[in-house]
C-alpha cells in the first residue's frame, strides 16, 4: 500500500515539475516601443515578454535608396540554451550572426589552391571563340 503512494505520488510530482519547466503558452508583453513607418521609410520597434523573450528592429534609407535593416532576437530555447541572433539586411543581402548557427565546414585545400590558381591566371579570350560568336546570334 505504501509504495502505491509512494509511486502515485512521484508520478504527480513529475506531472507538477514537468507543467513547471513548460514554456509559457501566453508571455505577457512588459515591454513594447514602435515608431514610424515614418515618411521616408525608417521605423522603429522592439518589445520584451516576461518569460525573457527580447526582440527589436530597426530600418533607415541609405543614400543609395535602399533601406536598411538591422534587429536581433533574444530566448531561451526549450532544452535551456540561451539563443541569441544578430541580423542586418542591406545592399549586401541579409547577413545572420548567432551563438546557435551551424558553422561552415572548412573549404578543402585543394579547392583553395584552385581559387588560387584562379585568381593568378584570368582567362584570356580566345581568338577563335570569338569569331564564331558573331554565327551564334545570326538572324535567321
Known amino acids: ?22 514554456p509559457a503558452k501566453n ?27 527580447i526582440a527589436q528592429e530597426q530600418a533607415q534609407v541609405k543614400k543609395t535608396g535602399e533601406l536598411g535593416v538591422q534587429g536581433l532576437y533574444q530566448y531561451t530555447s526549450p532544452e535551456g540554451v540561451p539563443v541569441s541572433i544578430v541580423y542586418i539586411s542591406d ?20 579547392i583553395l589552391k584552385a581559387l588560387q590558381w584562379n585568381a593568378a591566371h584570368p582567362e584570356e579570350e580566345d581568338e577563335e571563340y570569338q569569331k564564331n560568336q558573331k554565327y551564334k546570334n545570326k538572324p535567321k
Open 27 to 53: 508571455a505577457k508583453i512588459i515591454k513594447y516601443d514602435s515608431e514610424g513607418v515614418n515618411q521616408d521609410g525608417s521605423y522603429k520597434w522592439s518589445f520584451e515578454t516576461d518569460n525573457g523573450i
Open 1 to 22: 500500500m505504501y509504495t502505491q503512494i509512494s509511486v502515485i505520488a512521484c508520478i504527480f510530482l513529475q506531472l507538477f515539475l514537468t507543467s513547471l519547466a513548460a
Open 91 to 110: 545592399e549586401n543581402g541579409f547577413q545572420v550572426q548567432g551563438n546557435v548557427l551551424p558553422e561552415p565546414p572548412p573549404i578543402p585545400s585543394h
